[in-house]
């Protein structure tokens, strides 16, 4: 069965400051795919990356890095110098091997991100 | 555009009531989700359309009725909901072909069943 952990159900911190967003994932497929949605107040969930399970590079995009891990099955979300417009819930979402043509996201419970001015 | 439209954003209805959801995504995408989602919960998945064909109905009660029309839109018809049915209800698209792409998701609709 496919499982996502985000262990830190909220985290709160100042602006500046860098902070990890954890996830562990646990899968029997040799190819999955790996996602961060970031959902803030108005709930919209907004896409902010996607990742297959043959690419282990690292990326970073501005002020967010991913850390991909198949060692440790692990895909942590960092964000770098923090502001107030980063709160919001992460979800970090895993994807099932493809049923009938269409794609099935396991997400995690999600990590409440607070950034206090 | 990665654009995913719904409507209304905000609903309210009696146990009685009949209304329906709308998404509308115009990036041909070709397959379309339902995902309903209660406060401090991920969203769990109800249906996925693809190629305008249901796929997936996650043992979803009856009183939920999905139709897409065509490629672009997909509704959900709701009939004799409970007050357990409230929530935010999103619809998402994705492409339809080779590697796995990425959901977008639209913002969504608050229902209160009363």
């Known amino acids: 069965a496919q499982k996502v952990t985000q262990a830190q159900t909220e985290i709160s911190v100042v602006e500046k400051e860098d902070v990890t967003l954890d996830c562990v994932y646990e899968?029997?497929?040799?190819?999955?795919?790996l996602f961060w949605y970031k959902q803030p107040p108005s709930g919209e969930l907004v896409f902010l990356i996607r990742?297959?399970?043959?690419?282990?590079q690292n990326e970073i995009s501005g002020r967010y890095s991913w850390n991909f891990q198949k060692s440790t099955s692990s895909f942590n979300f960092t964000i770098t110098a923090s502001q107030v417009v980063d709160s919001a819930v992460y979800f970090c979402?895993?994807?099932?091997?493809?049923?009938?043509?269409?794609?099935?996201?396991?997400f995690g419970q999600g990590t409440r991100l607070t950034i206090n001015p | 555009d990665t654009e995913v439209t719904q409507t209304p954003k905000h609903l309210v209805m009696g146990m009685t009531n009949k209304k329906s959801l709308k998404c509308e995504q115009h990036?041909?995408?070709?397959?379309m989700y339902w995902y309903k989602q209660k406060a401090k919960k991920p969203p769990e998945l109800m249906f996925v359309?693809?190629?305008?064909?249901?796929?997936i109905n996650e043992s979803v009660p009856s009183r939920f009725s999905p139709e897409c029309p065509n490629s672009s839109l997909l509704n959900l018809h709701l009939h004799a909901l409970q007050p357990e049915d409230s929530a935010l209800y999103l619809c998402a698209s994705s492409q339809q072909s080779g590697t796995t792409y990425e959901q977008y998701f639209g913002p969504g609709t608050r229902l209160t069943v009363t």
């Open positions: 899968t029997r497929d040799t190819t999955y795919y």
């Open positions: 990742r297959n399970s043959f690419d282990e």
């Open positions: 979402a895993l994807s099932e091997a493809r049923v009938q043509g269409a794609q099935k996201l396991v």
């Open positions: 359309y693809s190629y305008e064909k249901l796929s």
């Open positions: 990036m041909g995408h070709r397959a």
